[in-house]
């Protein structure tokens, strides 16, 4: 599985292609602003898009959805608690597969309500959930610090410490990180109580 991260507009998203290198078969996750690089990355790899996914149903990880649907002709994947506009809904435990490929999705609510991650292959796409240094901010619509808290402590905390993160946004010292590495320097994944957690996002 190859990773082709691309870094788009003004609040540092990044977009991504993962690639089944077997069979040139790949999906989009979180398509906003600069979707020529997109392009170009398809078009350079002769790659066939299957899915478009959505990490969460934020406009700075959708707004490009409909064009990318019309390049592509590729269907949308949201969670099911998603209430934007798309073709096939996923749950907790559920498997995209492209190729030969394929990436579990966990549901990790917290920054929203429909907020996944993507993990396969010795890697996770974290979305806003959890950041290189930090995690996604829980005052907007649908956010909740406690809903956070255990994303992070009783799911992204019990996965495996090698696992590769690549998150929504540049926000870090890094464009990458891994799991273990962030357990370890992300002071948001510092064990401690719920109560503390809600504090210290208040």
């Not at 506009?85 to 490929?101: A, L, M, P, R, Y």
């Not at 959930?129 to 994303?151: E, M, Q």
């Amino acid at each position: 599985m190859k990773v082709h991260q691309i870094q788009v507009g003004n609040m540092q998203n990044f977009s991504y292609i993962v690639e089944d290198e077997d069979t040139s078969e790949a999906i989009i996750i979180d398509p906003s602003w600069d979707l020529i690089e997109l392009e170009m990355v398809i078009k350079n790899n002769n790659l066939k898009i299957k899915y478009i996914v959505n990490t969460h149903h934020h406009f700075d990880h959708t707004l490009g959805n409909e064009a990318m649907v019309e390049s592509t002709k590729s269907p949308i994947i949201q969670h099911e608690s998603s209430e934007l506009k798309h073709d096939i809904t996923v749950k907790d435990g559920d498997f995209i597969e492209f190729g030969n490929s394929k990436l579990k999705v966990l549901h990790t609510p917290g920054h929203s309500q429909d907020s996944i991650c993507l993990v396969g292959d010795g890697k996770i796409f974290s979305g806003d959930t959890l950041f290189v240094g930090n995690c996604g901010r829980i005052d907007l619509p649908g956010g909740s610090a406690k809903d956070l808290y255990h994303s992070l402590f009783d799911v992204l905390h019990n996965l495996d410490e090698n696992l590769v993160m690549y998150s929504g946004h540049n926000y870090g010292g890094s464009e990458i990180s891994t799991l273990g590495q962030e357990k370890i320097t992300n002071h948001v994944m510092q064990k401690r109580t719920e109560q503390q957690f809600l504090d210290m996002m208040s």
